[in-house]
């Protein structure tokens, strides 16, 4: 496991982390103050509207939009076949106007409310509480079937008769009966603070909150790679040294003050890759490139090679180009937190054992990946699909919003069009209208090409209708817009 660091920039408005592995940044988290992710809070919802033929509901729990919760997500009822929540219609399990206690699993994206579920899960240091559940489970990373299978003994004699399942986390491997009896303590003692703000106050009340993006560096993130985490601020790393302390006293241990004049961010160049992670064009140390177009269904990835190298060595340098954009890929797909489907063209390869191998490189870099991905082979027509689990915005859509001149299209008019678009225009109205003269009032591209290139249209058209047609600038207007004034 290659040695990482973490860096928080931490701001009022905004906490910022970094991972760096040797010296590349693998994955970015951003958290505003005022746009504060809302997975794994835990609500106290009323049913605004059972829909049977979609078997889901939508549920008001006091956010902008209502969220919305599928049949799977109930907690199954006693009489349920096979303790499945959807084997039971949705309207025999809940109705409108009843409360809920639910969690978010997913932000609002777009204009899609949160997704929820009635199975509520809160999660510790190492393990994970489940309180509608008598399940224990072990996280698939833990090594071999016995060391699974005495974890789960020693699970069961510490749990007892006592309500509610656990899954154990990885951390979870190394952890004394001492350190689980602790966070099983405090993860009960969470819940039942739920449970007593859930009778004492009214739907669309925020029971629970899950840690800030600091907090969850040191119970998520950090692992036994971690070499350390540097934070920039001095208050922030005396609250995150008590709560780690207290919590997560492993991960605490590797936390340090960064103490040095330049942002910590800049240092480490952490800003120029979050620069470069918005373009589109991503370049290769081979000389080829990807290019990467998101949309709202899907995300588009191409990769191109660089200059030709000849018949005889173009195969291998294919080869090797994509073998370097499974890797690069892989890395762009954690840093800009691309999800739902992923379309991959890779430069077409004639050998099946290139193909086969490249396909083998591209599992394994996204091996490393802790957001869970299904990848598919090559597809006759020769492109690489992949699902990559979508809980939170991009970091383009974070960070960005569609260009109000184009609109998102990411191009627009040429000034020889719109100047056509407007002559069209002034010949339409000047078969309703009958004023003095027209005006067109336009970006100063448009009018610098009336001016040379088409003056003999314009000029042409003012014969045509028998009226003036002036001309003016209007430096705020965008190369599409236009206005035409009857004077």
């Known amino acids: 496991m290659a040695s990482q660091d973490i860096l928080i920039n931490w701001a009022p408005q905004e906490t910022r982390v970094a991972i760096v ?27 605004a509207r059972v829909l049977p033929g979609m078997q889901s509901a939508f549920i008001d729990v006091g956010l902008d939009r209502a969220a919305f919760l599928h049949v799977a997500d109930l907690n199954p009822p006693p009489n349920a076949p096979g303790r499945d929540a959807a084997a039971v219609p949705i309207e025999r399990q809940i109705f409108e106007g009843q409360s809920l206690t639910v969690q978010v699993i997913k932000d609002p994206i ?3 409310g949160a997704r929820l579920s009635a199975q509520i899960s809160i999660a510790g240091r190492m393990l994970v509480f ?14 071999s079937a016995e060391a699974r299978e005495q974890l789960r003994a020693r699970m069961h004699a510490l749990v007892g008769e006592q309500p509610g399942g656990f899954i154990l986390r990885t951390n979870a491997e190394e952890a004394s ?19 007593e703000r859930a009778q004492a106050s009214p739907p669309g009340t925020l029971l629970h909150q899950d840690l800030s993006l600091a907090e969850r560096v040191l119970r998520d993130l950090a692992n036994d790679a971690t070499h350390a985490i540097r934070i920039d601020s001095g208050l922030q790393h005396d609250k995150l040294k008590q709560f780690g302390e207290t919590f997560m006293p492993r991960s605490a241990a590797k936390l340090e003050l960064y103490r040095g004049e330049r942002p910590i961010f800049d240092l480490f160049g952490i800003e120029e890759e979050i620069v470069r992670a918005l373009s589109r064009r991503v370049e290769l140390k081979s000389g080829g490139t990807l290019v990467i177009d998101q ?24 080869f090797k180009t994509n073998l370097e954009a499974a890797g690069a890929i892989a890395r762009q797909l954690r840093l800009r937190n691309l999800g739902g489907m992923v379309i991959v063209d ?51 859509h974070m960070l960005c919003e ?14 020889r069009s719109v100047c056509y678009d407007i002559l069209r225009e002034i010949l339409r109205e000047a078969r309703q209208f009958n004023p003095k003269e027209f005006r067109i009032v336009a970006s100063a591209a448009v009018v610098e090409m009336f001016l040379d290139e088409e003056s003999v249209h314009l000029a042409g058209l003012s014969e045509f209708i028998g009226k003036p047609i002036s001309l003016s600038t209007e430096p705020s207007m965008n190369p599409e817009q236009y206005d035409i004034v009857l004077m």
């Open 295 to 318: 949309t709202e269904a899907m995300t588009t990835i191409d990769v191109n090679t660089g200059g030709f190298v000849g018949a005889r060595n173009f195969e291998d340098t294919v």
């Open 110 to 112: 777009g204009t899609k």
């Open 402 to 415: 569609p260009c109000p001149t184009c609109e998102g299209r990411g191009q627009v008019k040429t000034a």
């Open 346 to 396: 890779f430069i077409d390869m004639t050998r099946e054992e290139h193909q086969q191998a490249v396909l083998a490189e591209f599992r394994k870099q996204l091996a490393r990946d802790r957001t869970r991905t299904t990848v598919s082979g090559f597809s006759q027509l020769g492109l690489v699909e992949l699902t990559r689990k979508r809980t939170r915005e991009s970091l383009a």
């Open 21 to 47: 592995e040797n010296g590349a940044v693998q994955e970015l988290h951003i958290e505003r103050a005022l746009e504060r992710g809302l997975v794994g809070n835990v609500y106290l919802g009323k049913v």
């Open 130 to 143: 489940l309180p509608h559940d008598k399940h224990i489970g072990i996280s698939q990373k833990i090594g």
């Open 177 to 195: 009966d001492t350190e689980l009896a602790d966070d099983i303590a405090y993860l009960r003692k969470t819940w039942a603070g739920i449970r």
